[in-house]
């Protein structure tokens, strides 16, 4: 199994960015998804979850500004993250859960908001 995160990069304040996770070895449509994200010297954070009937929630600090959204066909969940502050830096991770097989992580994509 594998959940290959990218889409990061380096965007000034106030920018956008879309993530995306593509599962290989399992279906999506069959796990509940998530987004967390963890800034040097800190604990991973949850930042958004859509679950198998798509319905979302998210952290505070992201509610407005980020959405979270599948394409089961394409075995991908996506974060697109408007409006992006300075603190939004972190390597943002995707996690599959509650499915047949537990959980699974993908390795983590990179992003840098400069202000």
């Known amino acids: 199994v594998q959940l290959q995160a990218s889409g990061g990069g380096l965007v000034q304040a106030g920018g956008s960015l879309i993530l995306s996770c593509t599962a290989s070895g399992i279906v999506i449509g069959d796990y509940g998804m998530g987004w967390y994200r963890q800034a040097p010297g800190q604990q991973r954070k949850w930042v958004a979850t859509v679950t198998r009937g798509d319905l979302t929630n998210y952290s505070d600090f992201v509610k407005g500004r980020f959405t979270i959204s599948r394409d089961n066909a394409k075995n991908t969940v996506y974060l697109q993250m408007n409006s992006l502050k300075p603190e939004d830096t972190a390597v943002y991770y995707c996690?599959?859960?509650?499915?047949?097989?537990?959980?699974?992580w993908g390795q983590g994509t990179q992003v840098t908001v400069s202000s």
């Open positions: 996690r599959a859960l509650g499915g047949p097989d537990g959980e699974f």
